[in-house]
Each structure stands twice: as C-alpha cells, then as structure tokens.
Nanobody, 126 residues
C-alpha cells in the first residue's frame, strides 16, 4: 500500500532551522521523482524542491535556493527537506509528493504529481 507520511514540522523562529521527513512505503523511492510542496493560507500550492530519480538531480524555487536542501536516504526510503535561515514567508503546510516531473524553474507542478502525503505544518515566527 502506497503511503507518504510527513513529519518534522513545527514552530521555529526566523533564522532558525527545521528538517522535514517524508517516509515512503509501497514504492522504492530511488525509482521516482519526489518533491516537496507548500501551501500558505490563501495561496495556491507551490513546488519548493524536487529530487529526480536515479542520479538525484535537485531543483529549487528561487526563494529557497541556498537555504533549503532536499536529499534522500534510500535505505530508509525517506526524503528530507532541510530548511535553514527560515523566514516568516516560509510558513505553510508542507507536503511531499511522488511520481511527477522535476522542473528547472518551478521545481515541480502540483498537477503533475500523483501520490501525496497529508502534510506537516511549518510556522515561522518573526
């Protein structure tokens, strides 16, 4: 049974760090592109970062480049999003999603991903 379960969200101060985890079951992570998305209140869901299958090329939207890092642990079938230098505008529900396309400028498009987790809330206080 395919399942994606996010964890690691919470409350952080501006300038702080959080690490999100997404445990994938039912699929071998290394064979699929996997992405992190976020949705802030009143805004559309947006791609944040994408990790391609195989060679593991990474993609980020401009607003998180240099601050966020996506990486995976194939042995644990888990993908992570390390978030440093957090800003109040990073506040959102963060989702991981599987089986879509990584894109250079957008990182990922929500409509192109098939399987989703339920999300984890990240709140950054200024």
């Amino acid at each position: 049974q395919l399942q994606l379960v996010e964890s690691g969200g919470g409350l952080a101060q501006a300038g702080g760090s959080l690490r999100l985890s997404c445990v994938v079951s039912g699929f071998l992570l290394d064979y699929y592109n996997i992405a992190w998305f976020r949705q802030a209140p009143g805004k559309e869901r947006e791609g944040v970062s994408c990790l391609s299958q195989g060679n593991g090329t990474t993609y980020y939207i401009d607003s998180v480049k240099g601050r966020f890092t996506i990486f995976r642990d194939n042995a644990l079938n888990t993908v992570y999003l390390q978030m440093n230098s957090l800003k109040s505008e990073d506040t959102a529900i963060y989702y991981c999603a599987l089986n879509g396309y990584c894109r250079r400028s957008l990182a990922a498009r929500p409509d192109e991903f098939t399987f989703w987790g339920k999300g984890t809330q990240v709140t950054v206080s200024s």
